[in-house]
């Protein structure tokens, strides 16, 4: 039941960002194909965690979850701007994303850098048309941008940059992981109870929620870039190795980055424990297990 | 006089800038760099023009324009992102700007592309925390991110690419001109429009002169690439030559080019002066005159 509603939902996402884009492709003229390479990034692409997480943290408060999609578009386009910039050869050279070539290998570099810095764009203009209307989300949008700004995403993947073939510290490790994948994480669920005008308490338990579970995400990235399989991942597996850049498991070693990923993981459910004594959050249970358990 | 007052803006911005980098560097961690690959590229840069064109509207209709210093520098953020990017050696492969090595020689690719895309995000954090307080704030932010997006600046980069080493026609130029250079210009006086509240009426002839200045500049930017001196231009002269890009001149010719010019020239000043039946516009007028006779 529940694992059909997350089906339901990862379908209407998907469904969303295709009508989004064929919008704008038809509409396009002499930058027709900055929106084809935007959307081939874009389309049948990955978990939609982020939109997914979102969606179901919203929808634990309110039900008119359907009024937010675009929210959940913007959020996953901001996703996917890092990663067509995060793949170009200046940054971790990655020929392979989601199973297909990457963008700048379809497109060459200067179009997914465009594509990249038009994804980020499209982003904020959805949010901000959506927050003309609608004073809540204009609090959330800038919840979002302070999580993948200079002191959010884009902070933790300098400092990704600058650790490479360096031997990092631990609170180095944490900052970058904290924020180059946790914050974004964080804010689409910390943005879901704003919008659902929840109290402070409710949104300082969504944030140690959302923080848990982005450093778990990242953490779990690193394990399967160890042991996961080339087929099932969609991208090469040991290329953080390849990049000679400090991973959990080249930092704590294979087995404990397991340990650190099990406790995560065990604090992620019971907070959510803690909160289905005032709601039901059974489904935002069942994606945070069914993300736990994934194996791509 | 006036002048005087241009010179005082300018020097206004230059402070407001250091002032926000300054601070956000001493914030920083991990990110430091990031902030200053950011205020390297975007100190001492250049005249400020979209700034202080985006005041001088506002100051057409009302006093307390400095209540908008943060948009006039969230403004800059935006040109100088798109500046660091276009120099990238996938894009137009530049080693100077503004008489200075251009970031990427500096900082290295990879941190440019990051110092883009983190003067991006900065620009609509800052515009979205004004936008909070502000409902004006938001309409004239979605303006400028319309301006800057696929449709928009982005667009006119892309088609910019697609057009190297091809024979362009009139439209296409003309389409690649409009959105790359001018759509921000012709935003930074609409949006001081719309912070103002001006009627429709307004707002057109603003937009009308903001497209003629835009399309202008861009012109003025061709020509002085052929004839400009490098000492003044801080920039490599030819080099749109170099990439084989359809500018102006070599679509026109040097003369023809600028007859197009004097008469885009002359329209802008008309539409100020009808304005000035309405309103003092000196001020925009002086500062539009300069730019106009610009040899930088």
Do not use: W
């Amino acid at each position: 039941m529940s694992e059909d509603k997350i089906n339901y939902l990862k379908k209407i996402i998907d469904e969303k960002i295709e009508e989004y884009f064929t919008k704008k492709i038809n509409l396009a003229t002499h930058n027709k194909l900055l929106y084809e390479s935007m959307y081939y990034s874009i389309k049948d692409g990955g978990k939609r965690a982020r939109a997914i997480l979102f969606i179901l943290t919203y929808g634990i408060f309110k039900e008119n979850y359907e009024d937010y999609f675009d929210f959940a578009l913007a959020i996953e386009m901001i996703h996917c701007y890092s990663l067509i910039h995060d793949d170009l050869p200046c940054m971790d050279d990655d020929d392979l994303r989601r199973g297909k070539p990457t963008n700048h290998k379809v497109y060459g570099e200067a179009i997914a850098l465009l594509a990249g810095d038009g994804l980020l764009n499209e982003a904020f203009e959805v949010l901000i048309k959506l927050s003309i209307d609608d004073r809540a989300s204009l609090k959330a949008s800038y919840e979002i941008s302070k999580a993948i700004g200079g002191f959010g995403m884009i902070g933790g993947q300098i400092a990704d940059i600058l650790g490479e073939n360096k031997k990092l510290n631990e609170e180095e490790l944490r900052y970058i992981h904290e924020n180059k994948t946790g914050k974004l994480i964080k804010a689409s669920i910390i943005s879901a109870g704003i919008l659902c005008n929840c109290d402070q308490d409710i949104l300082s338990t969504l944030g140690e929620f959302g923080e848990k579970l982005g450093y778990a995400f990242q953490i779990k990235d690193d394990i399967l870039d160890v042991i996961g399989d080339e087929d099932h991942l969609g991208k090469s597996i040991n290329c953080d190795i390849k990049n000679e850049k400090s991973t959990f498991v080249s930092f704590y070693g294979l087995e404990r980055s397991i340990e650190i990923y099990d406790r995560l993981s065990l604090e992620c459910m019971d907070i959510l424990d803690r909160l289905s004594k005032l709601k039901d959050v059974n489904l935002l249970k069942s994606f945070t297990l069914k993300l736990i358990k994934r194996n791509n």
